[in-house]
């Protein structure tokens, strides 16, 4: 058989393709281009090794020379009939070595114009130093075969183009239109059909799409894993970019494994990290990042929206919120502006931390801010005081305007939600008259709130709200009337009915004849300490039911 000659016919010149590209999809793999019909038709067959059959081919390069390796770029697959191969075993370990250190995807040996079988050493050297070796058993033109594979390899990159264009359409226009961190991060979760993180430079979960049954799992120590992860250099199953601009790096968005994306995966969280970036630019100095992830994660939290309660944990673990080994307290501050740096203000007054939600707690009269406390250990009442004023950036006048209203303290994440939810209760009512300095209200001493946040969801409990409210209810629909909050009043102050007039801000006379009218329509005695109860306990569970 006449040796085949390395002609100009059938020599190629590479495209200029990143090293993204190769690393990241819109190439096709060595284990593709095998099934080929124009491969095929050579009957190929894997010697070594198949796991590396899955390396992606840039370019198609054909070449009998033993010196071959230093005209090769790296993701290459040589086609050969070894002709120009060294003859001793140790230069042809040497050769194999080359060219896995030159970086070739894999190595096709045509049998039978120059070797009748592979020689042992050519297989052993392959499978030692990790290239993938291809023998095929019949002649092919390589001019045909080359075609087919560029032709592949052409059309896969027209494609992945068009995929990237879209894709840096798509986050161009999320960017243009501000949209916030966390829709940015549901946007790629779905481009990329995997779970998508961004974190900030404490290793911090700022937003997060993963599906529910995941969250446990993933967040779990998430710190110390991220750290591994990055440590690691890009080599593990994690797919990291980071989120920077003009020299400044605000934290890095991470893509857990999916499937290939025509764009390459490393090319669309590339995308979303520049719309996070132009948004963290015109947030100026500002974290808004962090805190509205925060918010955004206890307003969730608070309105049930979690599947369950260890992936809702490790979440909050994962924001900066140690849950384990922690005493927790949910508290509201309301009455005065507060400063938007509670994870400070903890670290500040207690070595603790805090995440703040809603800058509004329903139902409050005033505008309020519901925190999440952890604490290493009980808080003293220095430690309270301290942390309101750090609450109002140390402004004295603002920390005398201030109400604090703090939940039990709790252990894990339902107790803290339960301390929360408490807290909030606490703070429904007004300001005590007269009330001078930072009021700080505790669960400890208001039982009865503490039973109806224990018991709020019991529908006895909310039957019977519902069967002695009612007249006042339809009442003050009917006429939009305020009996319900001339009640409140009353039972806020039930041995002093002038302190209950002036905190429903209505005169004396007037103020009698609300509670004339709750009587007749509840047909129940006002004096009765019972009936008291029974109401409180009622109006109680209509207000923390509203929530």
Sequence with gaps: MPERREDAAIRTDRPAVSATSAADGGLPTVREILTLPAVANGVPEVLAVDELLDARVRWVHVSDSGGVARLLDGGELLLSTGSGWPTEPAELDAFIAGLVEAGLSGLVLELGVHYRYVPAVVERSAREHGLALVVLHREVKFVALTEAVHSRIISEQTTALRARDEVRERFTALSLRGSPADFIVHQLAQTLGSAVVLENLAHEVVAAEVPPADEAELFADWEARSRFEHRRGGIGEWLIVPVEARGTRWG????????????????????????????????????????????????????????????????????????????????????????????????????????????????????????????????????????????????????????????????????????????????????????????????????????????????????????????????????????????????????????????????????????????????????????????????????????
């Design 252 to 547: 890095h968005l991470i893509a857990l494994p999916g499937p290939v994306h025509p764009a390459g995966r490393t090319s669309v969280l590339e995308q979303g990290a520049i719309a996070l970036a132009l948004g963290r630019l015109a947030d100026g100095p500002s974290d808004e990042w962090t805190r509205i992830g925060r918010q955004r994660l206890v307003d969730g939290l608070l309105a049930g929206r979690f599947a369950g309660v260890a992936g809702a944990a490790a979440r909050v673990a994962a924001a900066g919120l140690p849950i384990e080994g922690a005493v927790l307290h949910g508290m509201v501050a309301s009455g005065a502006p507060v400063a938007s740096g509670v994870a400070d203000a903890a670290a500040r007054a207690f070595a603790g931390r805090a995440i703040d939600g809603a800058a509004n707690a329903a139902g409050s009269s005033t505008s309020a801010r519901i925190v999440l406390v952890s604490a290493p250990k009980a808080l003293t009442e220095a430690q309270v005081q301290a942390f309101a004023l750090a609450l109002v950036g140390g402004d004295r006048a603002a920390a005398e305007r201030l109400v604090l209203s703090i939940g039990a303290p709790a252990t894990g994440l339902e107790g803290a939600l339960g301390s929360v939810q408490e807290a909030i209760d606490l703070a429904r009512g007004p300001r005590p008259r007269g009330a001078r300095g930072l009021v700080v209200r505790r669960g400890d001493d208001r039982p009865l709130i503490r039973l109806v946040t224990s018991l709020r969801d019991d529908p006895r409990l909310l039957q019977h709200s519902e069967r002695m409210l009612a007249p006042l209810i339809e009442y003050d629909l009917a006429r939009d009337g305020d009996l319900l909050s001339v009640l409140g009043a009353m039972l806020a102050h039930p041995g002093n009915r002038t302190a209950a007039a002036g905190a429903s801000h209505l005169s004396r006379s007037v103020f009698y004849q609300r509670i004339s009218l709750i009587g007749d329509l509840l047909d129940v005695d006002l004096d009765d300490g019972e009936v008291l109860t029974a109401l409180h306990l009622a109006l109680l569970v209509r207000r923390s039911a509203a929530h």
